[in-house]
């Protein structure tokens, strides 16, 4: 039986950012360290597990693959588990055909069906964006026009946006675009970063490693608000759930979306022959489909069924799990609210994807909790200082 009180900190979430926060503590300062996390496994949304059915790893809030560009970060994951040399490659299906995703000249000479060399994919574009007249992109809409014309955006960008955010892509910011990369060249990799890979023991070990530091003691199926009245009121919380929720939604809900993921197990070896598929079109309600044996070459799995997932988009409700923020002027307006309430709430760190409302990769919780044990934890627990200095605290 858990005794709340017995904590020198309390983590709220086990995501990726909690248990950076909770192992840092643990390992470094020798601290005991509570985290506390509603859904009935640890890890967040980074979770993997062993299909029972097929034996295939499966990533069960879609495929997720590591990718950074900080040593600090690498080295820290790198703890852990090795990594696979596992290299992104996404293809669309647009109309029963198939291009390249990211978009690059492949994906360009297909859609305009003749070779296109980088100097004339670059003057095509060109000429469409100034037929636009766009000159100082301000929403979605208008930075993917600006980066790769508006014949690109109608085919691969605008019914896959409108899937995914149900928004209009002028209402949404534009650097949710910016986060596909655009190439001049040939090359298909799906991210550029120098370190990349998928853990060879699969993220839920490597979760599972992380968190077995003496000190830390992980509670699953526990809402954080169903026992904060037995914890201590001085005790410190790194608090990683939605922040508006912490503050009973004071300010109004800020806006998420959510996925639903079908799961399908076919009879055969292969079924798309990548793990991931784009899907585009209008007329095709899911966004994606995820085939995850592709996610582990290395391992030999069976040849006599695969596991697909199907993934669908819509609105967040207030049962859901929140994925995407969606960030409208509402959404900024109201979060800043949050932040000076943040502000002034005493020993509590928000942190995280639904502590900050800001769409991360793994790599960036990670790279934010260890800012946060070095600046504000580290400091606080081994030089007595105060928790909070003020926006750092949210890092
Ligand atoms: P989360 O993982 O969301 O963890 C927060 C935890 O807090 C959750 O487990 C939640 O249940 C818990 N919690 C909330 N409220 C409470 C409460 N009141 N009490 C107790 N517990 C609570 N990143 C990449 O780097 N590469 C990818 O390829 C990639 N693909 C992705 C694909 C999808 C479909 C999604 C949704 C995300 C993807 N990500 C990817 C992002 C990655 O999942 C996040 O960066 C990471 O999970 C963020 O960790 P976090 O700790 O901030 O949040
Ligand atoms: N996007 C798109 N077509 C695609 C893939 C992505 O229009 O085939 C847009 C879409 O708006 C998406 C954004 O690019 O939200 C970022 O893509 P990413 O692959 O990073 O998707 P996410 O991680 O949001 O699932």
Same mark, same amino acid.
């Given at each position: ?222 809402? /954080?608000?169903?026992? !904060?009245?037995?914890?201590?009121? +001085?005790?410190? %919380?790194?608090?990683? =759930?939605?922040?508006?929720? #912490? ?87 109201? /979060?800043?609210?949050? !932040?000076?309430?943040?502000?002034? +709430?005493?020993? %509590?760190?928000?942190? =995280?994807?639904?502590?900050? #409302? ?38």
């Amino acid at each position: 039986m858990t005794q709340f009180g017995d904590f020198d900190l309390i983590v709220v979430g086990s995501g990726l950012f909690g248990i950076t926060v909770a192992e840092r503590c643990a390992h470094e300062l020798g601290l005991r360290v509570l985290v506390v996390e509603r859904r009935n496994h640890v890890g967040g949304n980074a979770w993997s597990s062993v299909d029972e059915q097929t034996g295939i790893e499966v990533h069960d809030y879609g495929s997720h693959i590591f990718h950074c560009t900080s040593q600090d970060v690498w080295t820290y994951v790198n703890r852990f588990t090795a990594f696979s040399n596992y290299r992104h490659r996404v293809v669309t299906r647009h109309q029963n055909r198939f291009y390249t995703m990211p978009m690059n000249l492949g994906t360009l000479s297909s859609l305009y069906g003749r070779f296109l060399s980088p100097d004339d994919a670059r003057a095509l574009v060109s000429e469409e964006v100034r037929a636009s007249g766009i000159s100082d992109p301000k929403n979605l809409e208008e930075k993917a026009i600006s980066l790769v014309g508006r014949r690109m955006y109608d085919a691969f960008i605008r019914g896959y946006t409108a899937k995914q955010w149900q928004t209009d892509p002028k209402d949404l910011p534009a650097d949710i675009i910016t986060r596909l990369p655009v190439r001049y060249t040939f090359d298909d990799a799906y991210f550029s970063d120098p370190y990349q890979g998928i853990p060879l023991v699969g993220y839920g070990a490597l979760i599972r490693r992380m968190l077995d530091a003496p000190g830390i003691e992980a509670v699953t199926s526990v809402d /954080y608000f169903d026992i !904060r009245s037995r914890i201590p009121a +001085e005790t410190p %919380v790194v608090y990683t =759930g939605p922040i508006d929720r #912490y503050f009973h939604n004071c300010a109004g809900e800020l806006g998420w979306r959510t996925l639903d993921f079908e799961r399908e197990v076919l009879a055969t070896a292969d079924y798309q022959g990548t793990s991931v598929v784009n899907y585009p079109d209008s007329d095709v309600q899911f966004t994606r489909i995820h085939e995850f044996r592709h996610l582990h070459p290395e391992r030999k799995y069976g040849t006599d069924q695969t596991v697909i997932f199907k993934e669908y988009s819509r609105f967040s409700q207030r049962t859901d799990e929140p994925y995407y923020p969606i960030d409208t002027r509402n959404d900024k307006s109201a /979060y800043q609210a949050y !932040r000076d309430l943040a502000d002034k +709430e005493p020993n %509590v760190i928000f942190g =995280g994807r639904l502590g900050t #409302y800001r769409y991360l990769d793994m790599h960036q919780a990670i790279g934010a909790a260890l800012k946060v044990f070095d600046n504000i934890l580290q400091p606080h627990f081994v030089d007595g200082r105060p928790l909070k200095h003020g926006r750092h605290a949210h890092t």
